[in-house]
Structures are given as structure tokens and as C-alpha cells.
């Protein structure tokens, strides 16, 4: 159905770097050779513009500032209500207070579909407030669209709406990482000493147990440890690791572009996400891992983070914040060649089989495009 047109709303959009904001581009940039699809986002900071931005109508509106995490924008709502008039079907991804309010406040009788990403961890005190208008944003809802069945069971706001929730879990376009140049990116630092190469990619923020690695990895040997990302804790983890007497075994590589992240994922002997709260819902870094055939380490978070890569199948899965399980799990992996490559093979089948891009782009359409293109059919006749 070429005509139906689809409203994406979310805080930010790419080039802004996060998880979320990947999963709307891909969602955006997959949907828009069968739909029309516009994007309605906000500016990190200063003056809205509306452009293309990969073949995709992207409006980013004005910020006026910027409260817990979240953007304000006055010219947010009164883009959403003219947006929402031109929709067939609008597709908001939490946590953005601004989209539930938005949306209720324009009394909008179109589609709604919720993509929920996480719980409000951190920001207890906006919760608060907040509580009383993403409970009635869920009732409002049609659809929610939930990654792993692990989100629905974590969510206690979740939990009363489970038969509107709908597990489809995130993709990546496995033939574009599969057919990416190889380079030894993290090799060549090692200056031909013979270290397991152990990679994090991520943020470095609190929930993301950095700091958590990084005093587990002091307790192993014959391993050298490389962060892929920024963050507000770079300077106290750099700190961290002269301290722990490791700081010429970890190597911060700070922003990667694409084509060299891959490559660092390819380059590494096993992946580690050692996330301590439940901000971290899924993790697609493990995908991006995976799918070179490498072991993951993750935690036993109540999210769906444990369910991306299965403990004793694909890596093993160590309890959030427990150091010296991390510890172990990082000396049986880097110390067991066998164990480690029997893993990784089956991680890439896993990605292969169960996390292909494609596929997920196609459930999601389903479920936005549910009852409306049944109503035109049903017109049509």
C-alpha cells in the first residue's frame, strides 16, 4: 500500500548518535520505498530546519533548552497537530514525554502506534509527573511495539497492556556488515603482543558498567581491553585505569565512523556489554558483534538484553554490577579458543536467523498498516 502515510516521532534523529535514533532511521528509510513517511524530531540544541535526510522528510524542531535529558520545544506541538492532520498512522518511540503529551493534547483520532524502547529509569523525579500521562498514552495507544518479550515483563506500566504488545524484535542489514572491509584496527595497537582483544562499544554513562569492567578486567592477564565510544565519565575511567595499574591495556578509542566500528567488531576476540541498569533494554551492539561470529558477555538484566545473546549458547551472562563473575567470564572465554569460536558461530547463526533487518521492517509495517489498509479494502468494494 504506496499511499499510506506514516508519521515517525521521536526526540532525536540521525546524524544524532543513539540506539533509538538508529532504529527510527531504519525503520524510516525501510518504509519509505512502500509508504510515504515523515520524521518529526527535535534539535539537540538551537534553530528547527526541515530537509531530506536520507531519502526521508525530516522536520527538527526548534529547542528551547534542554530538561533531564529531554529537549523543550514549543514549535514540537504545534509541528505534531499539522503532521498528525497529513497521517494515516503515527508511530511514537518512548521514552519522549513530549510525543504522549503532544499526541493526547491534539485529540488526534488517527492510528497511534507506541514503539516503547525503555522505562524512564534515571529521571525519577520527571517520572512523577510524567506517570500520569504515559499511563493514559497507553490506553490510547492501538499498538505497542516492544522489542523482546523481556521489555513487556520488566515494565510494570507494561504489564496492564499486554495484549495490545507486540514483540518484534531489532534488525541489522546482516549482508552490509558481512560485506564490509576487513582491517585490523585494534591489532595494530597491540604492537604485535600476543592479547585476546576484548571491545565495548557504547556510551560512557553510568548504566553502561564501564567502571564495573574495567575492575574486572584488571583481575585478568593476557588481555587487552578497547572502549569504542564518548561520554561524560571518559576523564574519571581514564583515571580509573591508572589506578588499577591497567592503563597500557586499555585503549579508548573514542567515536568510530562506521566503517571503522565494523571493522572493530570484526577485529576482536569477544564483546562485552556489561550494562548495570535497566536503561539498557536491548543492546544492538550485540548484533553488531554477533554477526562477525564473535562471543558476547552480558548481563542478567531484567530487560531484553539477556535474550540478544543466550547465556551457554552464544556468550555467557553474568549478574549487573558483580565484577568478579565478569571477571571469570572474560578468563574462561579469552583462555578457551574452542568454546569461544563454538559461541561465536553460533551467534552469527543466531543474528542470521532470528534478527535480519528486513524481516523486522516488514512486522513493523504490518502492525502500522493494521485495520486501515482493511477499512480501504473494505471501501473499495
Not at 534539535?43 to 528547527?48: H, L, S, V
Not at 510524567?130 to 518479550?149: E, G, N, S
Not at 496492564?160 to 564490509?180: E, F, M, N, Q
Not at 581491553?225 to 575511567?237: I, K, M, T
Request: hydrophobic share 40%; net charge positive; charged share 25%.
Amino acid at each position: 500500500m504506496a499511499g499510506l502515510r506514516i508519521l515517525q516521532v521521536n526526540k532525536f534523529y540521525p546524524p544524532h548518535i543513539g540506539g533509538i535514533e538508529t532504529v527510527v532511521q531504519q525503520v524510516s528509510e525501510g518504509l519509505k520505498d512502500r509508504a510515504q513517511v515523515s520524521v518529526l524530531v527535535c534539535q539537540p540544541r538551537g534553530k528547527g530546519i526541515r530537509e531530506e535526510y536520507g531519502g526521508v522528510s525530516v522536520t527538527r524542531c526548534s529547542t528551547w533548552r534542554t530538561v533531564a535529558s529531554c529537549p523543550v520545544s514549543f514549535s514540537f506541538f504545534r509541528a505534531f497537530r499539522r503532521m498528525a492532520k497529513e497521517a494515516d498512522v503515527i508511530e511514537c518511540h518512548l521514552p519522549f514525554p513530549p510525543a504522549d503529551l503532544a499526541c493526547l493534547l491534539s485529540r488526534t483520532r488517527k492510528r497511534v502506534v507506541i514503539a516503547w524502547h525503555s522505562d524512564v529509569v534515571k529521571q525519577k523525579r520527571l517520572l512523577t509527573l510524567y506517570k500520569p500521562i504515559l499511563r493514559r498514552f497507553l490506553r490510547r495507544a492501538d499498538a505497542i511495539i516492544v522489542a523482546t518479550q523481556g521489555h513487556i515483563d520488566s515494565s510494570a506500566f507494561l504489564q496492564p497492556y499486554r495484549d495490545k504488545c507486540v514483540v518484534i524484535p531489532y534488525g541489522i542489514d546482516t549482508a552490509a556488515y558481512l560485506h564490509a572491509p576487513a582491517a585490523p584496527i585494534l591489532t595494530e595497537k597491540l604492537q604485535g603482543k600476543p592479547l585476546k582483544k576484548l571491545l565495548f562499544v557504547g556510551r560512557l554513562v553510568y548504566y553502561k558498567g564501564v567502571d564495573v569492567l574495567l575492575r574486572a578486567f584488571a583481575r585478568t592477564e593476557g588481555c587487552a581491553l578497547f572502549l569504542a565510544g564518548e561520554g561524560v565519565l571518559e576523564p574519571q575511567l581514564r583515571q580509573e585505569a591508572q589506578e588499577l595499574g591497567v592503563a597500557d591495556r586499555v585503549f579508548f578509542l573514542g567515536r568510530l565512523s562506521n566503517s571503522d566500528l565494523r571493522a572493530a567488531f570484526r577485529d576482536c576476540d569477544l564483546f562485552v556489554l556489561p550494562s548495570v541498569a535497566n536503561s539498557e533494554a536491548f543492546g544492538i551492539v550485540q548484533l553488531e558483534a554477533m554477526v562477525y561470529g564473535k562471543p558476547v558477555i552480558n548481563t542478567a538484566l531484567p530487560t531484553g538484553v539477556p535474550l540478544v545473546s543466550l547465556d551457554g549458547e552464544t556468550g555467557l551472562t553474568v549478574p549487573p554490577g558483580d565484577e568478579n563473575a565478569l571477571a571469570d567470564a572474560i578468563r574462561t572465554l579469552a583462555e578457551d579458543d574452542d568454546r569461544r569460536e563454538a559461541y561465536g558461530a553460533a551467534a552469527q547463526r543466531r543474528v542470521l536467523e532470528e534478527f535480519e533487518l528486513h524481516s523486522m521492517i516488514d512486522r513493523v509495517y504490518r502492525v502500522l498498516a493494521d485495520h486501515i489498509e482493511t477499512e480501504e479494502r473494505g471501501m473499495d468494494k
